[in-house]
């Protein structure tokens, strides 16, 4: 599609769903009439700007002030967040959204990064080994375009890897953190892979040293999603990988320092307004995600404007005793290069100390050890105890994802603002 014809697209959708929200659901109806904000009135995207952002603290208040009237409990899907930042959050979708989002998203993300209708895709997930059999030979009879079979996120990597093999799939779906482990026991049981294509990612900061180890081990081309499951799908990479193509037809995305737009290039707070969703749209939603917007067009000729998410979410910061907040961003940028360096997490138990867990290739040692503690120094500058464990693995969160930094102490810690 045109720029221009884009453009006009995403004012008609993000019009509509202003004037839906305000007519439907309480809290827009309230909050649009205390500014003085009249939908009907709203003549250009900029005057987004003019609306209140929102937070998932501000849903968890009260959910049920932000679902349309028009929509009744049981006519609806629902998702839910998975509660590593703190207590789960319930949205609500509409039937047509749901389909759009849930599926139709991902197979255009997918099918753009080059899957052809047919082939093979392992999906692994976090449901139970026996949900995840009736749901794979429900998707291998029932749908003739896409053959996906499912496996547990949660099985032992040594014991995956037959079933894998043999299902031979030319496409994977997965975090990366766990795809890392799959390839570290195939390097480990010197098994060759043949099949696969492409790997799609999702759901966790894809480190740049993990995406050349996963590229290299599985022999296929890495492609990284970014989304929410409040949102679904956000962006994804094309196969230039020059930053990530925004689903503007689905989304309005902002990148914001307070309540200020960035200038391009600068990080900021990424706030997202869902275009689709008519049973619980979320309008300005501050995702507590950190990124920043790419120049564009993209090199591909797709019109789809380019961000880039950044690591780890804005509340996993690493704070000093002099009570300074330390983006993840500062120390991936800082460690990412190091030589033999796989996989990295830094872990805060008290704000005068950092261990860094570091997975290293066999052939780098204690040097590039210290060079590590050196580079983690320098970005916190003030003295605090650095230790860097070398390990073999480093273990998951319950609901199986990776976090770049576990930060114990933002709760007990108040910091300027």
């Not at 003085?36 to 005057?47: H, T």
Request: contains cysteine; aromatic residues 10%; positive net charge.
């Amino acid at each position: 599609m045109a720029r221009a014809d884009l453009e006009r697209l995403r004012f008609k959708l993000l019009r509509s769903q202003l004037i839906d929200a305000y007519e439907n659901i309480l809290f827009y109806h309230k909050a649009f009439k205390l500014r003085g904000l009249v939908p009907q009135n709203f003549s250009s995207i900029k005057e987004i700007r003019d609306y209140p952002v929102i937070t998932k603290a501000d849903i968890q208040k009260d959910d049920s002030i932000f679902l349309s009237k028009k929509f009744k409990p049981g006519k609806v899907k629902q998702s839910h967040s998975s509660g590593s930042t703190g207590r789960p959050l319930w949205v609500s979708f509409d039937p047509d959204t749901w389909i759009r989002k849930k599926y139709l998203s991902k197979l255009r993300s997918r099918t753009e990064c080059g899957m052809k209708l047919g082939e093979r895709v392992a999906i692994y997930d976090t449901d139970s080994a026996e949900a995840l059999m009736r749901r794979s030979q429900m998707k291998l009879f029932s749908n003739p375009l896409i053959k996906a079979k499912y496996f547990s996120i949660f099985a032992d990597p040594n014991d995956g890897i037959t079933e894998l093999l043999k299902w031979a799939p030319q496409n994977i779906d997965s975090l990366p953190s766990h795809l890392f482990q799959i390839a570290l026991a195939m390097e480990q049981n010197a098994v060759e892979p043949s099949a696969f294509k492409r790997i799609f990612t999702s759901s966790e900061y894809l480190e740049p040293n993990m995406r050349r180890y996963i590229k290299d081990r599985y022999a296929a081309d890495v492609f990284d999603i970014y989304g929410c499951t409040e949102i679904k799908e956000i962006a994804w990479e094309c196969e230039r990988h020059n930053g990530y193509h925004i689903n503007e037809d689905e989304v309005l995305v902002e990148i914001l320092n307070g309540n200020k737009p960035v200038d391009w290039d600068e990080v900021g707070d990424i706030v997202i307004t869902d275009l689709r969703n008519k049973a619980m749209p979320l309008i300005r939603y501050r995702i507590g995600d950190r990124g920043l917007f790419r120049p564009g067009p993209c090199s591909c000729g797709r019109t789809f404007a380019l961000m880039a998410p950044l690591a780890g979410r804005s509340s996993d910061f690493i704070i000093t005793p002099n009570g300074h907040r330390l983006s993840p961003y500062l120390f991936t940028t800082a460690i990412e290069k190091i030589n033999g360096l796989l996989q990295y997490q830094l872990v805060q138990e008290d704000v005068q100390s950092i261990i860094v867990k570091a997975i290293m290739a066999e052939q780098n040692g204690a040097l590039e050890l210290k060079n590590i503690k050196e580079r983690i120094q320098a970005v916190v500058v003030e003295p605090m105890d650095i230790k860097v464990e070398a390990c073999e693995k480093i273990d998951n969160e319950e609901n199986g994802k990776f976090k770049v930094v576990k930060n114990r102490v933002k709760e007990l810690v108040k910091t300027p603002q």
